[in-house]
């Protein structure tokens, strides 16, 4: 008989790269968060409930996850439409829109964040145009939505993009031939098939969301109880050399967003299980 031949891989076997992948992720990933558990140690339970429930740090919590959740369905609904444009439409200046939906990505925070404030605020470019109708972005809880919507576009349309493209058009005209509507088409054709990727850049957009810093400290105003985020507390207690309160908030912070993105990828998880139980 024969000897099956094997075949020839570029990259090491199986146990070398499970052995570097694990050694990075350990260095890079586990070995830190670990490290902020095993400070909060250091405080008794009572001292760790007292320090991550004071009402300055729940309304902080408040603020971040509300607004990182509102901030992320925005870019759903648009980032879909986007990818969706430059998906399915030829124009001029689409390579241009394009390239500019990649800005967020290289554009550092810090710059992300003055002009923002710059263009929202009340004698800026738009905020001008909102100040006469009562409607203050800059310095609100507002500006925090607009930061975190500009901040995590990118990640809802580069993940539905590939899809959308691989989605062949006469699937939605042999919909529109046996009678759908546009609604159905969308409905029952095209979203089943984006649904996954939609979520999977929803929580990409919501993670980047809640541990974002530089662009929105600009334009948040930074008012305790009104517009500070959690990171800024985390910051805060660092600089006063509190870094067991500031590991504190940030293990309540890490935990609930494992909690929240878990939640958001048991969805996913539910809804191709239903999809493909439905096939």
Known sequence: MAKKHKPHNVLPGF?????????????????????????????????????????????????????????????????????????RYTFPGKKLVDALVDLPFALPTAVAGIALTAVYSANGW???????????????????????????????????????????????????????????TFRRVILPALWPALLTGFALAFARAVGEYGSVIFIAGNMPMVSEITPLIIITKLEQYDYTGATAVAVVMLILSFLLLFAINGLQWWSSHRHSASR
């Open 126 to 184: 738009i905020g001008s145009l909102l100040e006469p109708y009562g409607l203050k972005v800059a310095f609100t809880p507002l500006g925090v939505v607009v930061a975190l919507t500009f901040i995590g576009l990118p990640f809802v349309v580069r993940t539905v993009q590939p899809v959308l493209e691989d989605l062949e058009a006469e699937t939605e005209e042999a919909a529109a031939s046996l009678g759908a509507n546009r609604w159905q």
């Open 15 to 87: 146990n070398l790269s499970l052995g570097y992948t694990l050694l990075y992720l350990s260095l890079i990933v586990l070995i830190p968060l670990s490290a902020a558990f095993l400070k909060t140690t250091e405080l008794s339970f009572a001292e760790f409930w007292h320090t991550v429930t004071t009402p300055r740090v729940i309304a902080s919590y408040k603020l971040t996850f509300g607004a990182s959740l509102f901030a992320a369905i925005i870019n759903a609904i648009f980032g879909l439409l986007t990818a969706w444009v430059l998906t």
